[in-house]
């Protein structure tokens, strides 16, 4: 009976030797995964990071770009403002000269225009 109960009691050592081992190895391998996943966080957080940044500047240049439109515009309309004023001076001129001039068939060309 002795025998039999120290049998049982190497197996049962045994038993929990070999787990203790597959134990430690699948938490070894469990630990190198973990490595492998902060690694990787690492790399995505540095990725998110940059993007961040070009996403910073993208924005920079697209408010940029919006003030060189809006300026470009303020340009434009003035341009066309000194068009305007020109024209109408020399419609005011070419009026005001020609309302005193009577062609050659007896009638005011002002009144025409």
Do not use: P, Y
């Amino acid at each position: 009976m002795r025998n039999r109960s120290q049998n049982h009691s190497k197996t049962v050592v045994q038993d929990t030797v070999n787990v203790g081992t597959e134990t430690a190895a699948a938490l070894k391998s469990q630990t190198e995964q973990m490595s492998r996943i902060v690694n990787e966080l690492d790399s995505i957080h540095f990725s998110i990071k940059k993007a961040s940044q070009l996403v910073k500047e993208i924005g920079r240049q697209v408010a940029t770009d919006r003030c060189i439109m809006a300026l470009l515009f303020i340009l434009v309309i003035g341009v066309i403002a000194v068009i305007i004023v020109k024209w109408w001076k020399m419609l005011t001129l070419f009026v005001n000269q020609s309302s005193n001039f009577t062609g050659h068939m007896g009638f005011d060309i002002g009144f025409i225009i």
